[in-house]
């Protein structure tokens, strides 16, 4: 006989009640509360194989609201992820588990993107399908067609990030695009109505998706509406009206059982209610064969697409794309590039330096797809003969992305995780405090995003301190697993693009200039920059009296410095530090060799001071920024602020 989808959702509202209570800590309500949906979408729609979580084409299935982890882990173990085991399910919250309190990424298999942060796992979801989109255009939808699914709640609506993203998709009309809302009217504080009274479904149509209201715990009527969303040709919304904490008992509707862990007497009577008799941690039979039928539903289709791909002419480039593995002559226009720039040492701004490494990049790294935030002219992320992404053909390698920072940045990791793509986009440095919430989740989650940001300082002179980034390298230096590259020239700046594609599971931010610089580099014979941190000039005449530190448009400041002190009798060395995270990967000894033993250090750099002391000590001199900057040219302002070869020497001497 079989078993009644009512029950096999009861399923997950149990081990949610259990894991949940068992911790004393977490969130059984959403789960409760979207079991039915989520029955029906794996049990019905969900493409997937849970003996192959890795499986290229399978169906992304995102859970934005991430603090319902419960119903995510609950559906892997009862499909048969071979990793989600009950004893996961006990040590819910736990050290060590698998199933930490909101779901990570690369830590539990079937975990798509880690979530947590409201909003971001949707934005995040945005750009699994560009990516979905792109690479069935590049590679034919024999090979990539599959679908992404999103379960949202309304603290994800409510972010900032939700409109960006959701607007995005719907210019872009990425059709694979499913968001299932979560409508249960619930937040922290209580109903959502005490925040919330705009019409969801209004704004997602306005955006230009295609919208459904179902209710949320009729199986038959949550079914027609996926049916239908897999034929439309947008993204859609499907807003499922549910009760939180459903089959809770007196619970059961109540805002406040969001984070409410059930007692045990609720726990007793919301199973008796159920009619389920099973002990704490266990699934009867009958239920745990059906569900463990719906894991292994996909293997057919799983074995029939590798014998497609394998047949395919493009089998070698889809799986080394998908495997994040560069192409074999990636850097071998970009390595002439290198030399060429050593030899003629060019004057200009990083960002056309950096412009000038993608010229080389671009038609040799397929796997990349740039953008910017509306400033395409000024990141000089954009290369001849770059076709739009966009509809009805996404085999375009370049996103104009709009004013939207942190939905750009969030769309970016999910390119990244779903994989075949290498996301990067630019935006002005000064903005990165709108990007920063998706570059920190990025950097947790080990995605391969390059965050190109320009007009990296005072330098960017007339726009003024609204747009003078003098803390924001700082603040992107405190980020753990994150690469923060400020290169000083044309070799530098080459060489840290080719640093940053080659990261496996590490992000990285190029902060560079809109002023000219001179160069500095006449050596390419080894990636200096890949140290983070390298002598770039020894001292003259004697053991070194001083040291100069600087990193990007600086380092001309501190050659200049140099010859000053130089002139004066004090043997002085400069130092460039292009990446401070990569100093520091290097060993002790190198460490100490390239800080040295000057009795005298200097910093320079035209930003705060935060973090210049591990290499200048707390007593070292240190010359930036200690305000906002000011409206000006930039050569008045380096004057005005003392950001000066003179003032360098100067302070190298007092």
Known sequence: MPVSPVKMADAIRVLSMDAVHKAKSGHQGMPMGMADVATVLWGKFLKFDAAKPDWADRDRFVLSAGHGSMLLYSLLHLTGFKAVTMQEIENFRQWGSLTPGHPEVHHTPGVETTTGPLGQGLATAVGMAMAE??????????????????????????????????????????????????????????????????????????????????????????????????????????????????????????PHSHGYTLFDDQIRDARLAMGWDAQPFTVPEDIAKAWKSIGRRGARARK???????????????????????????????????????????????????????????????????????????????????????????AGRYVHYGVREFGMAA????????????????????????????????????????????????????????????????????????????????????????????????????????????????TAAENLSARGAYELLAAEGGEAAVTIFASGTEVSVAVAARDILQGQGKPTRVVSTPCWELFERQDAAYRASVIGDAPVRVAVEAAVRM???????????FVGMTGFGASAPYERLYKEFGITAEAVAAAAQA
């Not at 919208?211 to 049916?227: F, Q, T």
């Not at 769309?411 to 630019?426: D, E, F, K, R, T």
């Open 133 to 254: 989109a792109h690479l069935a255009a590049r590679f034919g939808k024999d090979v990539v067609d599959h679908r992404t699914w999103v379960i949202a709640g309304d603290g994800c609506l409510m972010e900032g990030v939700s409109h960006e993203a959701i607007s995005l998709a719907g210019r872009l009309k990425l059709s694979k695009l499913t968001v299932l809302f979560d409508d249960n009217n619930t937040t922290i504080d209580g109903e959502a109505t005490i925040a919330e009274t705009g019409d969801q479904l209004a704004r997602f149509k306005a955006a230009g998706w295609a919208v459904k209201a179902v209710d949320g715990h009729d199986h038959g009527k949550i079914a027609a509406a996926l049916r239908w969303a897999t034929r439309q040709d947008r993204p859609t919304l499907i807003a499922c009206k549910t009760l939180i904490s459903k089959g809770a008992g007196p619970k059961e509707g109540d």
């Open 304 to 394: 029939a697409w590798e014998a497609t791909v394998q047949a395919s002419p493009l089998a070698d480039d889809f799986t080394r794309a998908m495997k994040g593995q560069l192409p074999a002559d990636a850097f071998k226009a970009l390595d002439a590039h290198i030399a060429e720039a050593a030899r003629t040492k060019p004057g200009n701004a990083t960002r056309v330096h950096s412009g000038a490494a993608l010229d080389q990049l671009i038609p040799t790294v397929v796997d990349m797809v740039g953008g910017s935030a509306d400033l395409t002219g000024s990141n000089n992320t954009f290369v001849k003969g770059m076709k739009p992404f966009d509809a009805p053909d996404y």
């Open 411 to 522: 769309a970016m990791n999910g390119m990244a995780l779903h994989g075949g793509v290498i996301p990067y986009s630019g935006t002005f440095l000064a903005f990165a405090d709108y990007s920063r919430p998706a570059i920190r989740l990025g950097a947790l989650m080990g995605a391969k995003v390059i965050h190109v940001m320009t007009h990296d300082s005072i330098g960017l002179g007339e726009d003024g301190p609204t747009h003078q980034p003098v803390e924001h390298v700082a603040s992107l230096r405190a980020i753990p697993n994150l690469l923060v590259f400020r290169p000083a020239d044309a070799v530098e700046t080459a060489e840290c693009w080719k640093i940053a594609l080659e990261q496996a599971a590490t992000p990285s931010v190029m902060c560079l200039s809109r002023q000219k610089v001179p160069g500095v580099r006449d």
């Open 611 to 621: 973090g210049w002391e591990r290499f200048i000590g707390e007593d070292g001199k």
